[in-house]
């Protein structure tokens, strides 16, 4: 079987980057060796904000905050999103100067999507943050989404737009031919593609190896929490922290969603992943001190899903300088759900040859290339 | 409490107790922990404080309690009521909540005794208020002495409904109607085991006796019972106030505030399934159970199951098969040689078979219905979400049918419950929506905590060192 | 103690076993000791236990046994206690989990 772009994960990543391709005419094969969103993409906090990213990435995520608008059109599903504008708090303050200046930094970019926000703004957005916080910095244009939802209305988006999405179906070989790639799966099958797509998240360095291009992805295991209905008690607002880990999501039925950078030990190899109680502890402490209303509390359940991590936290984005034709989208490090929409329309531009909408060198998947 | 044990058994129940007891007879270091504040678990709660009017309605097999206490107390491992565990890991580390603080205690075996759990079976008013289970009624009279002073129906299939029917009428329960659910077409099947069933004579004749006695009080007392009950309805508005059904064509409708159901035993298997235990559906009785030996082995080294946790057998096979881990982890731990192994497990084992003798009898009569799950759209499945059952039919029909994708889209398994009460019927209307093999519809996780903890107490919990890789 | 709109009789009468006081939304009430929470909540009254915090309906306990979360009261201050598994004792301050709340977002 042949197609001009094969694409291996059928996750956000993956999905957004076929719906592209197949609107521009391309003939596309997703490989899904479980089921679409089954990993980080499904699974994640559902954060949809461009506020406190690495600045790398804000132009990126300011044009694809723009694209969840317009869900309902493009793909069919609103996904679930809703604004729930971001607050990131400054509990002294040297970390209130690290948000003014932050606020600068973007502002000198031309961005001015995140506000610096005065006590009584603090206050006024959330009420019932504890006395010691002294501001915030705050994303009125942040929201959430539901990540199961979206996952699989991209999914069926693709299928949709006459991808061929293959679902429970492992890449186990992968090889470079003369006039491209060809994969074989676990079902047996060969297939040939003109070039590849990398999105295999938390697998994409396993991936990219098999090809011989390492890439220095790693796994982890994002650890997610959820209360039980606190309504009232984050008045709509979801909240960050400047100097701790902490992502605290305003849920539309009352729930919190605790994200943010808690993870717990794993065994990718096996798809295991064992949810680490001390997680829940530290998380608690530092909710509790944020909002003290949260110790009537309860901590109802934890998720856990793989994601693909770097060492610099951005992700690789772009063509392998090792393989041509090999392009990766993946190393999101726990917060590419937002940026999909923008990612797909991105990779799929530079996989036919056209030039992105905006530049792709800092996420060169070449960066790490001789820095230990 | 310590640390650090040889083992912990979790749930104390004759499954648990009898194993905790065999376990620190042999001198192994156990700690046994139970959510209830006294033990003998569903089947004998309150047997150590039970009054004489209890004892005398729940008869000699609720009695029969005393002696695996008894023995327990003998034994006396270290016992924690009230102690709610939620998460345990392979590696022997178990998390619980006791006094509104947490705490991690480990130990080189964990035994589940978690036992069992009435199948719960969403249909059309099943969340009013005054609706109940026939094993939530039996608690409260245990426990708490409480019996209906008004209008009660009966309705659903199996043992605990005639059980329960029969205590009621002893404590002259205005009993207003039986609804058996049990399809007629249930009883052939049934009858190739009948055979088997009757080498345990006597255990069979008291069940037929029991139900002959209560259908003998029924008619003394004028309270219908009906045969082959279909489309049971909860009606009213604040509360309970009548029970429909259908009856062939005809519809039968009672005044009452209150409603007994039972529709079958099922394993509760939280804390197994949160553990990691592999599981298998099991066709007749329909329930996903975890793959146990006869020894209480698990595919997890480190962790045994006993009791109805792993099979819905009953108390004294629960008894038996706790009995029989406990000896074989003593075995495992050098406590006991291998021919002292054989000669105290050899007995358990015949006593064990005799036991089981007429479980493929009552679980193919008393086999779900085929139509228990066909409740109407409306009818909420999900009680700690609001969901329900068309909701879920629809996802299934727009092509999604896995049961942890469903529960990230429409919530139903989210709440504190964490789909104990509609995991069965989510799975079940997967299953029937898209045809997919029951076997090959995946369940859905449990996730720690597998029971909510407060937000404070997790803050103030010392879990000790992290088992951070 | 047993006042008459409650579905259920005691059937060890409380007046002769030995009882407990508790406080129950202000209110108090003796109740034998050693039963649950929700067998007193039940054997005295007629009103529901909680309201579900999704659809803001009455609930009252179904399982019993600590695995319906249907009777969730606040017990010392302490909310989202399951009423089923929790005995009740003298000084106790019990109250039902109620809130009808109209969802901001």
Redesign the interface.
Known sequence: MKADVLIVGGGIMGCATAIELANKGKKVIIFEKDLPGRHASGNNSGGVRCQGRDVREIPFAVEARKMWDHHLQTIGSDCGFYVSPRLRLAESDAEMEQLVKREETLKSMGYDHEVVADLEEVRRLSPNVADHVVGGLACYTDGLANPMLTSKAYATAAERADVQLLIHTRVIEAKITSNGFKVKTSSGKEYEGETLVNGTGAWAGRFSAMLGDPLPVFATAPTMMVTDRMPGMLNGTSLGLTGRLLGLMAVKNGSIVVGGGYRSPHDLEKEKIWVDPMQMTKASRIMTEILPGLKNAQMIRCWTAFEGCLKDKVPVVGESTNVPGLFHVCGFSAHGFQLAPMMGRVVSQIVIGQQPDLPLTDFRPDRFDGVE | MKHKYDVIVIGAGPAGLACSAELADKGLDVAILDEQAAPGGQIYRNITAASEKQLSILGEDYAEGKNVVKEFEMASPDYLPQALVWQAEANGDVFLSHNRASRKISADYIVISTGAMERPVPFPGWTLPGVMTCGGMSNLFKDSSLSPKEPVVLAGSGPLLWLVAEHLFALDAPVAAILDTTPLGQILPAMKHLPKALKRFGYMMKGVKMIADVYRTAMKRKAPIHRNVKDLKAIGEQRLESVSATRGSKEVSYDATTLLVSEGVIPNTSLVRQIGCDHTWDPIQRYWHPDVQEDGRTNLPAVFVAGDGHFVHGAKSAELKGRLTGLTIAREMNRLSKEEYQTLTTPVRRELETELLPRPFIDALYAPRPHLYKMPESTLVCRCEGVTAGQIRDLVQDGLTDHNEIKAIIRCGMGPCQGRMCGSAVHELIVEESGIAPDKARQHRLRPPIKPVSLQELANAELGDSNES | MNTSN???????PPEA?TTVTINFEGETRIV?A???V???L??HD?E??CR????Q??????????????C?VEID????RQA??E?VFDGMSVKRQDKV?N???
């Open positions: 409650s579905k259920f009789t005691w059937n060890n076993s034998p050693g039963v649950t929700a067998a007193a039940l054997g007629d529901h236990v579900s915090a999704a659809d309906e009455k609930r009252s306990p179904y399982c019993l046994m600590g695995v319906c979360f249907e969730l201050g302490l909310q989202n089923c598994l005995p709340v969802e901001k977002k």
